[in-house]
C-alpha cells in the first residue's frame, strides 16, 4: 500500500534553516508528481510546493517562493524540501502528499519556528 514517511522536523529560530524528507513506498514513484503541504495551527491545509516526476520542473506557494526548494531523488523514493530563511509564519506541520490538496499524504513532521 501506500507509504508517505515525513522527517526532518523540529524547533528552530527564526532566520534559520531546515531539511525535510518524505520517503515513498507502495507505488511508482518515479513516475508520478508529488507535493508539499502544510497545515498551521487553526488553519486548513496549504499547498507549499510541487515538483514533477524527473524532478526538472517545481512550483511554490508564493510565500515559500525563494526561500525553500524541493527536490528528489528517484533513486531513493525520496523527496525533499529545503526551507531557508524560515519565518514564524511557516510554523505547520508539514505532509508529503500525491495531491495538491493533500488528501493522499503522510502522518507529517512538525516544523516550529520561534523565538
Known amino acids: ?16 534553516s531546515l531539511r525535510l524528507a518524505c520517503a515513498a513506498s507502495g507505488f511508482t514513484f518515479g513516475s508520478v508528481w508529488m507535493y508539499w503541504v502544510r497545515q498551521a495551527p487553526g488553519k486548513g491545509l496549504e499547498w507549499v510546493s510541487r515538483i514533477n516526476s524527473d524532478g526538472g ?35 505547520a506541520l508539514y505532509y508529503c502528499a500525491l495531491d495538491a490538496a493533500g488528501l493522499r499524504r503522510g502522518q507529517g513532521t512538525q516544523v516550529t519556528v520561534s523565538s
Open 1 to 16: 500500500q501506500v507509504q508517505l514517511v515525513e522527517s526532518g522536523g523540529g524547533l528552530v529560530q527564526p532566520g534559520e
Open 57 to 91: 520542473t517545481t512550483y511554490y506557494t508564493p510565500s515559500v517562493k525563494g526561500r525553500f526548494t524541493t527536490s528528489r531523488d528517484n533513486a531513493k523514493n525520496t523527496m525533499y524540501l529545503q526551507m531557508n530563511s524560515l519565518k514564524s509564519e511557516d510554523t
